[in-house]
């Protein structure tokens, strides 16, 4: 996940290709509320701009999660994006303004194990849910509905109307 760019040197403009195989653990990406499976593949192309160097490309990953709604173990394959772009030295305030986001490295060493993490982590959603349609549990049985129908009656009555039914019964 290391590149030398000083390779990038002479070849201003030209893009090289590249394409690693890393895991969750290898780049910290540990969290408690998911995981990621297995591989972690990532592939992409980078440049010397001349102004800074730019690495794009796209990260394929498995999911692992507990189900926000049914409580199910879940796997979920993604692909996430970036476009990330390093500067040697240390950032500088613009006329007190924050410059774009870039990152900054020293020495001829970019390491992308930082961005990759960070792109995984912050390209999650709020809510881990196993479909979109997931219809959760019962919250009379605690069945999982989307294995059928459990029969309950989960009609939501308004506590003022119950107490008229309950007039009514008398
Ligand atoms: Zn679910
Ligand atoms: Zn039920």
């Known amino acids: 996940m290391k590149f030398n760019v000083s390779d990038l040197d002479d070849r201003l403009g030209e893009p090289a290709a590249f394409e690693f195989v890393?895991?969750?653990?290898?780049?910290?990406?540990?969290?408690?509320?998911?995981?990621?499976?297995?591989?972690?593949a990532v592939k992409g192309e980078y440049v010397n701009t001349g102004r800074c160097y730019r690495f794009t490309g796209q990260i394929e990953c498995t999911k692992s999660f507990v189900c926000d709604r049914c409580l199910e173990p879940s796997l979920q394959q993604?692909?996430?994006?970036?476009?990330?772009?390093?500067?040697?030295?240390?950032?500088?305030a613009v006329n007190g303004e924050k410059a774009k986001i870039v990152n900054y490295f020293d020495g001829d060493v970019i390491d992308l194990a930082p961005v990759i993490r960070d792109v995984l982590l912050s390209d999650q959603p709020l809510n881990n849910i196993c479909n979109a349609d997931c219809r959760g549990l019962c919250l009379k049985c605690g069945a999982n509905l989307n294995h059928g129908d459990c029969g309950c009656d989960r009609t939501v009555i308004d506590p003022r109307l119950a107490a008229l039914q309950?007039?009514?019964?008398?």
């Open 22 to 40: 890393t895991n969750a653990q290898e780049i910290d990406a540990l969290t408690e509320a998911y995981s990621f499976k297995g591989d972690i």
């Open 78 to 92: 993604q692909e996430h994006s970036f476009n990330e772009e390093f500067q040697r030295g240390k950032e500088l």
């Open 166 to 170: 309950q007039l009514l019964l008398k």
